[in-house]
């Protein structure tokens, strides 16, 4: 079982109730209601149903936060960020697959 430190050292571990949340982003509850709605962030629920974010998940709350800040609209804003984070990991996933085939091919 991981240790409570481990836990926290966890980018994904949802370690922030809403309002923690809403006062690291910069933001107010709503907003993080509404990027669950555009489907940007999905909180984890506690056993009462509470909603618990992760350090992962604060930060593109907090992307987003910033682009709906110059001018693009929020749901405009979560798809750009999904699409961004869409192409990092297909281009991660590329690096691996070709730094495989060189170490095979060696």
Do not use: W
């Not at 923690?20 to 993080?32: C, K, P, Y």
């Not at 992760?54 to 979560?78: F, I, K, N, P």
């Not at 990092?88 to 095979?104: D, F, I, P, V």
């Amino acid at each position: 079982m991981a240790q409570p430190d481990d836990m926290l050292n966890d980018d994904d571990y949802p370690a922030y109730t809403m309002g923690r949340a809403a006062e690291i982003v910069g933001a107010s509850q709503d907003f993080l209601r509404r990027l669950d709605e555009a489907k940007l962030i999905i909180p984890f629920r506690s056993s009462g149903g509470h909603r618990r974010y992760s350090r992962y998940q604060l930060r593109l709350a907090a992307r987003a936060r910033e682009m709906v800040d110059h001018g693009t609209a929020l749901e405009a804003a979560c798809r750009i960020i999904i699409l961004e984070d869409q192409l990092e990991e297909a281009l991660q996933l590329n690096r691996n697959l070709q730094s495989r085939q060189q170490t095979g091919a060696a």
